[in-house]
DNA sequence: TGTACCGGTGTTACACTATAACGGTTTTTT
DNA sequence: AAAAAACCGTTATAGTGTAACACCGGTACA
């Protein structure tokens, strides 16, 4: 594990991760639909979490306001391609930080001001995975999550 | 990390289990109320993982069914006590497997059988918490799941 | 003996999260 | 060009979780 200073909870140019994540859509040759840029652009504007409907309000084109389904098709896929994780506590979205070499993403998110940094863990220390698997278990997705008040917060409380 | 062979995936003598957990409210001085009880022994029965409303519904106490609100408070005290653990992926319940040591539970969980086993990790394992720490954050839950398809439920299918 | 408090319960109503299903359109493949 | 697949718009509904308020029963304490 080398991530020792969580991207989200430090600055740094945003806007490196926005073209990582751009770039990696375009190398994987994914079909960027209109809902799906949208989504993708919006939760690509901070490391913080939106939940489908936070999302679903700010979406918009040409006027038009989309139903719930528009919101979560797109979602489920920007989730599938790995553009996209979903944060299980908060039932809400957030933009991959890492979408090159996101294998094992662990994540430790703020309840208060929702940013998410999300940590790549090698899989040799996922515990988890090994014993799952030593056991016969087939492994569809693993996640882990911290949640609590960054320091930031903290500050502000 | 010591656990090799996940104990909802082996045979074992379930009613040690039960008897774990009945004594561990019972040293920490709590309140198991009927409903509690009531909640705590449905989901004993098994190491399977049950929604609140899968739960609701098979919770009745002299011919009197509940409304949600009473699970809910029911499966919110003993999640606060440590009896009972949530399944974020699932949106269910589980009862907690050691209830003596549970510090640091992650959890194995079957999309088909939705049976759960619960591995302790050493915290000197969860690099999330250390990074976490590290950068002044206050922890307040953490979470480690693995989904997938149990041993069992490949030979089914 | 009262009375003030507190945790638990019953009840209603509602908020939030997510998906099924169907039909139409566009894009890709053959 | 035809067939298949993916995408989108729309309606309706399922699933999950909570706010709020009234009531009840115990208990602490004046």
Chains 1, 2 share one sequence.
């Not at 751009?22 to 079909?31: S, T």
């Not at 797109?74 to 996209?84: D, F, I, P, Q």
């Not at 979205?93 to 090159?100: Q, S």
Request: contains cysteine.
């Amino acid at each position: 594990m080398k991530n020792t200073v969580p991207l989200a909870f430090s600055d740094h140019n945003h806007e490196k991760c926005r073209a990582a994540s751009i770039n990696a859509a375009y190398r994987q040759g994914l079909r960027l639909t209109k809902w799906r840029q949208l989504v993708l652009d919006l939760l690509l504007e901070d490391h913080r979490s939106m939940g489908a409907y936070e999302i679903l309000e700010k979406l918009e084109c040409h006027g038009v306001k989309p139903q719930p389904p528009t919101a979560y098709r797109a979602l489920e896929y920007l989730v599938e391609h790995g553009l996209v994780h979903r944060i299980e506590k908060q039932n809400a979205y957030v933009a991959c930080a890492r979408p090159d070499m996101c294998r094992n993403a662990g994540f430790i998110v703020c309840k208060t001001c929702r940013k998410v940094a999300e940590i790549e863990y090698a899989s040799s220390e996922a515990d988890l995975l090994h014993i799952a698997a030593e056991s016969g278990f087939e492994t569809k997705s693993a996640i882990m999550e911290v949640e609590g008040v960054c320091a930031d917060c903290q500050k502000s409380a």
